[in-house]
């Protein structure tokens, strides 16, 4: 088959073609976004719990294994109980969680910063330094990159403003960190804890130190770091998965209805040219690999248009959004491609069956 006749025909119609190269480049651009945001939010969060340096977490019974998303807080005490009653523990750090829903929505840790110290190995400060208030608060790099924050500034957060008193890298559980005081004040909570990161005395105690926090605490969720992370994915969130289901569905069917209506416009422009190729002996084989190999030739350049301008809109949202963490894997990058081919071979099917269906008498009397 010349190829030379198929590209010249794509050329010949230039808008409807650069319309269809960009609706395959969307749908692989969405597909590619939706799951990428998705994945890369779960990716970044449990890493950012990884960066906390504990090797275990405590949370209320009947916890979701989502930070913020728990029961009522625990009695700060029960950090002591452990520390006395559990071999190997080395520190027990209370966490205060809550959700900042201005401007985004971020985990903010209500904190005391010695205890934090204990786990983390303190925080690198990028500017300022450690709280001097109840209403001073650290941020780190990324949030106060992404907000134009600077040390002194102010924060709003639960209809309170909170002083800048230092920006810290990024990676030790939040984004955000105040005082557990204040916390505790704005929660209208008293020495309780959202959360209690466990640091043992070796690694290699993580185990046993877990079986002993059940017994002492049997109804509590009790979770290594490593178990707890490995939970951050979509299919323990079967809203995520559906919404990403729903999402590629959309992005399939935009392939599919674009490569069709522009196939389909195709064939009925060309009726008198498939009259003359079928007049001069094309058989309705051929006739259908010419639609065909439009229609995958359209789909070849969009995929690379797709992925290409997912690229570019990854580093424009890490200029402009660096909180927002987008994931692009070569699994993912290859799936949607093959969603975008199957979209466009069902899109041609029904067009190049019916132009090799044409009667050749019929097609050249066709005005």
């Known amino acids: 088959m010349d190829t030379k ?3 010249a025909n794509l050329l010949h119609r230039p808008a409807r073609t650069i319309i269809s ?9 969405m597909v590619l976004l939706v799951v990428g945001m998705t994945t890369g939010m779960l990716n970044e969060t449990s890493k950012r719990i990884e960066g906390v340096g504990a090797d275990i977490l405590v949370q209320p019974p009947g916890s979701s294994f989502l930070l913020g998303v728990t029961n009522a807080p625990m009695p700060i005490k029960i950090g002591d109980l452990l520390g006395q009653r559990v071999p190997h523990v080395l520190h027990v750090v209370p966490v205060l ?6 401007g985004g929505v971020n985990l903010v840790f209500g904190i005391n910063l010695e205890q934090f110290k204990e786990v983390t190995g303190g925080f690198a400060y990028h500017a ?5 208030g109840p209403n001073d608060i650290l941020v780190d790099d990324l949030y106060a990159r992404g907000n134009h924050l600077s040390v002194g500034k102010t ?3 639960f209809n309170r403003s909170f002083r800048v008193a230092g920006i810290v890298e990024h990676g030790k559980g939040a984004r955000l960190f105040i005082p557990l005081v204040t916390a505790e004040e704005l929660s209208g909570t008293q020495d309780k804890a959202s959360i209690f990161f466990v640091k043992c005395t070796d690694p290699g105690y993580i185990d046993d130190v877990v079986d002993g926090i059940r017994q002492v605490l049997p109804k509590y969720e009790v979770r290594s770091i490593p178990e707890y992370t490995s939970l951050y994915t979509s299919n323990n969130l079967p809203a995520l998965d559906s919404f990403i289901a729903a999402m590629i569905s959309v992005a399939l069917g935009i392939g599919f209805l674009v490569i069709f209506l522009s196939m389909y416009t195709t064939i009925t422009e060309r009726t008198r040219e498939i009259g003359i190729l079928k007049s001069l002996g094309a058989s309705k084989t051929y006739i259908m690999e010419v639609i065909l190999r439009e229609a995958g030739i359209l789909c070849l350049v969009g995929i690379l248009a797709g992925e290409a301008g997912t690229v570019v809109v990854r580093r424009l949202f890490e200029t402009y959004f660096p909180t927002l963490y987008i994931l692009l894997t070569p699994q993912w990058e290859l799936y949607a491609a093959l969603l ?7 899109g041609a099917a029904y067009p190049a069956l019916r132009a090799a269906s044409l009667d050749p008498v019929d097609a050249l009397a066709y005005e």
């Open 97 to 102: 969680v809550m959700f900042n829903v201005s």
């Open 128 to 132: 300022g330094g450690p709280f001097t």
């Open 155 to 157: 924060v709003n957060l």
């Open 5 to 7: 006749m198929v590209i």
């Open 21 to 29: 190269i960009l609706a395959v480049g969307l749908e692989v651009g």
């Open 340 to 346: 975008a081919v199957a979209g466009a071979l069902l």
